[in-house]
């Protein structure tokens, strides 16, 4: 599949639509506060820090990205703001359940359920200020980093980490600007380890 600007029409037996590609985004996918795509946000902001080679995201592969020298990581993500109407904000957890995975290179799952990754990102959109809440703004999230290893060692069975739980795991929270060099020290650690 090619990368689309968003300039593309749709079309019905050749003849462009009046909608765009950019249209459909506009209508699907403005709102990045949303569960689905807050999610994919922080993978992106991920992406962004490691320099993931990849260009563009492939959905359900075993991990979500992987750094330029090839170390996989997963991205999980969770915050206090919902865009639904709330009594009172979300109590922020991360998925950590081992599933069996899909490798898109190969079109296989795992025999077993695993966490491929070597690396876990948990990004927190810690903002709880509805009217100024904005994912685009680097200083509203938060990211603990750990190795799988660490995560498997101290919870093998365990779905879902409190906020707290892995707080006490990975330590205090880093900015965006300290989570590019903590993934990459993780990285020499593990690769020291090997």
């Given at each position: 599949m090619s990368t689309l600007t968003g300039d593309e029409p749709f079309h019905a037996d050749g003849q462009p639509l009046?909608?765009?590609?950019?249209?459909?985004?506009?209508?699907?996918?403005?709102?990045?506060?949303?569960?689905?795509?807050?999610?994919?946000?922080a993978e992106f902001l991920v992406a962004r820090a490691v320099q993931a080679p990849d260009a563009t995201r492939v959905e359900w592969d075993a991990v979500?990205?992987?750094?330029?020298?090839?170390?996989?990581?997963?991205?999980?993500?969770?915050?206090?703001?919902?865009?639904?109407v709330q009594a009172a904000l979300s109590r922020p957890?991360?998925?950590?359940?081992?599933?069996?995975?899909?490798?898109?290179?190969?079109?296989?799952?795992?025999?077993?359920?695993?966490?491929p990754a070597s690396i876990y990102v948990f990004a927190l959109h810690h903002h709880q200020d509805r009217p100024t809440l904005d994912v685009r703004d680097l200083t509203q999230w938060s990211f603990f980093v750990v190795a799988t290893r660490r995560l498997n060692e101290a919870f093998p069975t365990t779905k879902r980490l409190a906020l707290g739980t892995l707080q006490a795991l990975a330590g205090p929270p880093l900015g965006y600007a300290q989570l590019a060099e903590r993934v990459r020290d993780l990285e020499l650690q593990l690769l020291q380890d090997v």
């Amino acid at each position: 599949m090619s990368t689309l600007t968003g300039d593309e029409p749709f079309h019905a037996d050749g003849q462009p639509l009046p909608f765009t590609v950019a249209d459909f985004w506009r209508w699907g996918v403005a709102n990045l506060a949303g569960n689905a795509l807050r999610g994919l946000v922080a993978e992106f902001l991920v992406a962004r820090a490691v320099q993931a080679p990849d260009a563009t995201r492939v959905e359900w592969d075993a991990v979500d990205l992987r750094t330029p020298q090839g170390t996989a990581i997963e991205v999980k993500c969770s915050g206090y703001i919902q865009t639904w109407v709330q009594a009172a904000l979300s109590r922020p957890s991360f998925d950590v359940a081992q599933k069996r995975s899909w490798h898109a290179a190969t079109n296989t799952y795992s025999a077993t359920p695993t966490r491929p990754a070597s690396i876990y990102v948990f990004a927190l959109h810690h903002h709880q200020d509805r009217p100024t809440l904005d994912v685009r703004d680097l200083t509203q999230w938060s990211f603990f980093v750990v190795a799988t290893r660490r995560l498997n060692e101290a919870f093998p069975t365990t779905k879902r980490l409190a906020l707290g739980t892995l707080q006490a795991l990975a330590g205090p929270p880093l900015g965006y600007a300290q989570l590019a060099e903590r993934v990459r020290d993780l990285e020499l650690q593990l690769l020291q380890d090997v």
